[in-house]
T-cell receptor, first 114, second 111 residues
Framework: ETGVTQSPTHLIKTRGQQVTLRCSSQSGHNTVSWYQQALGQGPQFIFQYYREEENGRGNFPPRFSGLQFPNYSSELNVNALELDDSALYLC?????????????FGEGSWLTVV | RKEVEQDPGPFNVPEGATVAFNCTYSNSASQSFFWYRQDCRKEPKLLMSVYSSGNEDGRFTAQLNRASQYISLLIRDSKLSDSATYLCVVNGNNAGNMLTFGGGTRLMVKP
């Protein structure tokens, strides 16, 4: 167990809808990163939050947005869902924003867009 | 060209075999390198970091060749439990806070 929890574990949404995914980071971790993993591909970096501020963003459109709370938990919001948004969404927490800090993944949220 | 490239496999090997995976990366400024293991429908888990001098952890050996921008993973004496997808990972930007994953190499170890 990594101590990183994500919810919901599975959900189905309709194209055009909005979704919010949640992540509780490991105790003592102030950094949360979000990744999208489509079937048969490796995870792709969406963005990172460090001490409640966005601290880097991958190649994702603005309809992917996030938030980090004072307790360092985080949300990923996706608006105007498209079929290609169907994927496993992974949250990872770490003690700091650098890649020398070990990151711990949650079990992910499986999103299906129909 | 993808930033991190791996042969998707699958590599089908018998128990006890030695198997090697390779990975190439395009960003010469990358500083951190890792191998992750991912079981079917599970989250990735860190297998090992990769250092320029090479490193070994039990049956697993990782090598980094910065000049060729090439990373390798060698698994000796394969076990059935080694069956998984192996992801090559590098830090993807100069700020060091974005990991770039390869597409993964699938390994299936047969009895």
């Amino acid at each position: 167990e990594t101590g990183v929890t994500q919810s919901p574990t599975h959900l189905i949404k309709t194209r055009g809808q909005q979704v919010t995914l949640r992540c509780s980071s490991q105790s003592g971790h102030n950094t949360v990163s979000w990744y999208q993993q489509a079937l048969g591909q490796g995870p792709q970096f969406i963005f990172q939050y460090y001490r409640e501020e966005e601290n880097g963003r991958g190649n994702f459109p603005p309809r992917f947005s996030g938030l980090q709370f004072p307790n360092y938990s985080s949300e990923l919001n996706v608006n105007a869902l498209e079929l290609d948004d169907s994927a496993l969404y992974l949250c990872a927490s770490s003690q700091g924003p650098g890649t020398l800090d070990t990151i711990y993944f949650g079990e992910g949220s499986w999103l299906t867009v129909v | 060209r993808k930033e991190v490239e791996q042969d998707p496999g699958p590599f089908n090997v018998p128990e006890g075999a030695t198997v090697a995976f390779n990975c190439t990366y395009s960003n010469s400024a990358s500083q951190s390198f890792f191998w992750y293991r991912q079981d079917c429908r599970k989250e990735p888990k860190l297998l090992m970091s990769v250092y320029s001098s090479g490193n070994e952890d039990g049956r697993f050996t990782a090598q980094l060749n910065r000049a060729s921008q090439y990373i390798s993973l060698l698994i000796r004496d394969s076990k059935l439990s080694d069956s998984a997808t192996y992801l090559c990972v590098v830090n993807g930007n100069n700020a060091g806070n974005m990991l770039t994953f390869g597409g993964g190499t699938r390994l299936m170890v047969k009895p």
